[in-house]
């Protein structure tokens, strides 16, 4: 820009008038606008002018947040345009950043929204948003994994060096990410929602099938950390156990040693005692004992459990210490019931 007024020097050293220039009729002189340039193709678009890109890696939008957004938009307004390009052919304008606040924007009630118009190549579209998205914490790691899988394509499938190289993202933190697409659909829809963050999720990665849906129930149930699953995980696979659900159940209990309540163990010695009973007992024995495994959710008699239970059983006692079998121990009460229940059975009638 030429200067807003120039002075020239006159014959003998004396200054001529100044005079201005026809840019300085239309600069800003104020001290705010110091540093400070218009953006030509800021607009306000109406909403229905406008759609997702649904290559966009984000595809998974928390109704609570957009509803909370929403609220936001409603009092403050929009305070930061969304960018978006030209579709000529479409006639429509495509959502390069900012999704979240066009939905928010439309749950609001606006009419229209601002926004940025930019000409991004395809080649490039994929890879700013991954840039602006893939460390963003509100971005899991289940769409971020398919957005990089997405560009790999793009890019005429590239070495992962390269796809991590183009969004700037260590090689290393690509295959964690990518590590979540080995994930049964349960845990998957967990990290969708936020009831499993991505570290806790890699203490699954790499067990069996039933292991992975212990492990994942126990983690979401109880909030268990991340150091504490990869602990639990780890202990699992030492464990050697059948990809039975029971039996690992039944050894994830024992590794995160959690004891039976005095109300469990009270229960667990009535049910013995009632099989017992049933065993050679008469009708009523036997109908009481249907009625307790009941009211105690006990499923349908199963060959496969019964085996799993025995094989997890046969392995707590490999581990038992002498003393808690004796009497006085901890556990003695809990195995003379067994015990008394099992010989019942084994020595009922036919």
Known sequence: MAE?????????????RRRFTVDALFSDGRAQAVGVSDLPTAKEIRLDRIEPDPEQPRQTFDDAKL?????????????????????????????????RRWRASRLAGLAAIPAVV??????????????????RDDLNAVDRAAALRALKVQLGDAPWEAVAEAVGIRRSRLFQL???????????????SGRLNE?????????????????????????IPA???????????????????????????EIRGSAPRPAQTAAAAGLLALVSGAAGGSRADRAALVEA????????????????????????????????????????????ALAGALDAILDAPE
Request: no cysteine; proline share 6%; aromatic share 2%.
């Open 118 to 135: 930019r000409d991004v190549p395809r080649d490039r579209r994929l890879i700013q948003q991954l840039m602006e998205n893939i460390v």
């Open 293 to 336: 495994a009941e009211l105690s959710g006990v499923p349908a008699y199963s060959a496969e459990r019964l085996e799993a239970q025995v094989h997890a059983l046969a392995q707590t006692l490999a581990r038992l210490p002498k003393a808690e079998g004796r009497p006085g121990g901890q556990g003695y009460g809990s195995l003379v």
């Open 4 to 16: 807003a007024q120039q002075t020239e020097a006159a014959p003998g050293g004396a200054k001529s």
């Open 178 to 192: 990518l590590g979540t697409e080995k994930l049964p659909d349960v845990a998957r829809d967990d990290l969708r």
């Open 199 to 223: 570290k806790q999720s890699r203490a699954l990665q790499g067990l069996p099938p039933a292991h992975q849906e212990v492990l994942r129930a126990a983690i979401v149930a109880d909030e």
């Open 67 to 99: 509803a909370e957004l929403a609220d936001s938009i409603r009092q403050e307004g929009i305070l930061q345009p969304i960018a978006v390009r030209y579709d000529q052919e479409a006639d429509r304008y495509v959502i390069l950043h900012g999704e």
């Open 227 to 253: 150091a504490e699953a990869l602990r639990l995980a780890k202990a699992l696979r030492g464990a050697r156990l059948p990809d039975e659900r029971e039996a690992v159940t039944i050894a994830l209990a």
